[in-house]
């Protein structure tokens, strides 16, 4: 389960913003270049549908993508580290990024496309996965700093809004983040382990559940 925030991944936005009563502006896909990809891109939060994301998320203090170029144009290696209670994980998986989007083919089906944002150091990503016939969403946001201006989260929530995902959870801008030289494993198969244990999707939708009432 841990492996559920791995899809989250940043670049610039360019300072492509739009108005915020506007859905269809706010939604819009923006250009994002392979070079503008690269680099390493804190988690500031997000929001997900996914089984267990949400429990994940209020006991993650940290997380953290670097996304590297390899030998092919179109194909970039991500390292995402993330510390969840205390403990720190690092997953390293590559992934297919052309025409703007950034994509996932096996063992689970993976699209993510990126939002406008207030600031020129952020990226919002909006991201589908399909696994069976099962089909989640996921709204995330990244900087290159540890923290993002007032006016770009009024930005992301009112996205988040206009997509009825569920609501937003902040990384904490003062806690430790996980160290660059930890061994990293191959998260795909990891992830697709727990998609396919679909059993154990409604135990996990209830800690889900719990965690907001109790937590939130």
């Not at 997380?63 to 194909?75: D, G, H, M, V, Y």
């Amino acid at each position: 389960m841990k492996r559920i925030s791995v899809f989250i991944l940043s670049l610039l936005s360019l300072g492509q913003c739009a108005p915020l009563d506007s859905c269809e502006a706010l939604l819009k896909p923006i250009a994002i270049s392979h070079g503008e990809m690269q680099g390493k891109w804190m988690y500031i939060g997000g929001t997900s549908d996914l089984p267990g994301s949400r429990s994940l998320s209020h006991l993650l203090t940290s997380a953290w993508i670097e996304c590297r170029p390899t030998s092919q144009s179109n194909i970039l290696e991500l390292i995402q580290a993330q510390r969840i209670y205390g403990q720190c994980s690092t997953l390293k998986y590559n992934v297919t990024f052309e025409n703007n989007t950034l994509v996932i083919e096996h063992p689970f089906y993976l699209k993510e496309v990126y939002l406008p944002t207030e600031c020129i150091d952020c990226l919002a990503a909006y991201e589908t996965v399909e696994t069976g016939s099962d089909s989640f969403t996921s709204l995330l946001f990244f900087s290159k700093s540890r923290t993002a201006s007032a006016a770009a989260v009024e930005m992301f929530q009112k996205q988040a809004e206009c997509l009825n995902m569920p609501s937003l959870l902040m990384a904490s801008p003062d806690s430790e983040i996980c160290p660059e030289d930890q061994p990293a494993v191959e998260g795909l198969p990891a992830l697709n382990k727990y998609l396919e244990a679909k059993t154990g999707h409604h135990i996990a939708r209830f800690l889900d559940t719990m965690f907001d009432l109790f937590i939130n």
